[in-house]
């Protein structure tokens, strides 16, 4: 985005009194930032807001505002508005959605179908590995696997992810801060491979306070939430329950009873969450939102017919340019003209009705193929 057209943007979050809640009520009133900023005073002052704030909109700070368009021109460094087409859709919905995502990577990853993996910061040696386990597969089937850059279960999700695919870290500081300082090495492979999106601005510190704001980003950028290990009294929970309240699938792997970390997970599904053992259960229960990102029907129009072998159009058109060699994703979307994120999305769906094989390196081939014996074998 063009400088001038981001600083009204900047000059709207950084007026005080405006919250995310209150930007999203102007945003919906007046349509954009330079919109809001060209009311009169008495305008603003009418819909609700403080003297103080009025006036910083009419003469917004300077500082806050250069310092993000510096931090902008860095490659790889971007900015989303409410209005950007690249803002993740599932997060727009929220009350409280951020109007604006500062972004490292590629901020295209933000609309394509997550799943947020998340847990304890200690926790025991077998729930690392099984979350590890779990993302790595995850995102070996084409979703993207979204984490907290936190220690301990957001570490071994993000990295079990990039093993097969990518990852996005929700974090709690500005995009030009790490937070803890040893996963700096982990935050620039998630860059290189991924995104990592924070609501706060460069400069800003990790306050304890901006944490349990991004746990409800975490869960709104998903369609599901997978908790593998959390002690009752756990941040985990908390997204848990931001992502019930969000309308998401909530998800807990069950553990001993011994195991103190598995308490918060037991409560979890006795409050209803879904007991899951493998990656695949998970993939299940989101069967039908993926098939909604496929084709989604437009409010009063009514599915179209199927075609004869069962699939919808897009699912057929993936399928008849797969061919009978195994094709990556980026292929098929070459074929087909669709954007990558549908192809994933078709070829998830693909996959769990029998149709399509993943193969190692992310490549997918048709099933009859697979059963043929003519992809070709694992190494």
Known sequence: MRHEALEPWLALVNAPGIGPRTAAQLLERYGDAEAILAQPARQLTAAGLRPETVAALASPAREPIERVLHWVEQP?????????????????????????????GDPTLLAEP????VGSRNPTPGGAE?????????????????SGLASGVDAAAHLGALERGRTIA????????VYPAAHRELAHRIAANGALVSEFPPGVEPLARNFP?????????SLGVLVTEAALKSGSLITARLALEQ????????????????????????????????????????????RALIDPVPAGAQPGPATPNGL?????????????????????????GLPAQQILSTLLVLELDAHVS????????????????DAPPSV
């Open 358 to 373: 993943s193969l190692p390196g992310g490549r997918y081939c048709r099933r009859g193929v697979a059963e043929r014996g």
């Open 130 to 146: 099984l979350t590890h386990a779990f993302a790595r597969e995850l995102a070996g089937y084409g979703l993207v696997v979204t």
């Open 247 to 290: 309308g998401r699938e909530v998800f807990a792997v069950p553990g001993s009873v011994r195991n103190p970390l598995a308490r918060g997970c037991h409560a979890l599904i006795r409050d209803g969450a879904r007991l899951v053992e493998e990656a695949q259960e998970v993939l299940v229960e989101l069967a039908p939102q993926l």
């Open 213 to 221: 704001r991004r746990n409800r980003l975490i869960s709104g950028l």
């Open 312 to 336: 919808d159009d897009t699912a057929t058109r993936v399928l008849e340019a797969m061919g009978e060699d195994p094709v990556a994703p980026d292929e098929l979307s070459a074929r087909t």
């Open 170 to 177: 929700v974090l709690g500081t500005g995009p030009d801060r």
């Open 114 to 117: 997550q799943v947020a993996v």
């Open 76 to 104: 790889g460094a971007w900015v989303l508005t409410r209005n950007d087409p690249r803002y993740p859709r599932r997060l727009a919905q929220l009350d409280d959605a951020p109007p604006l995502l500062y972004v490292r």
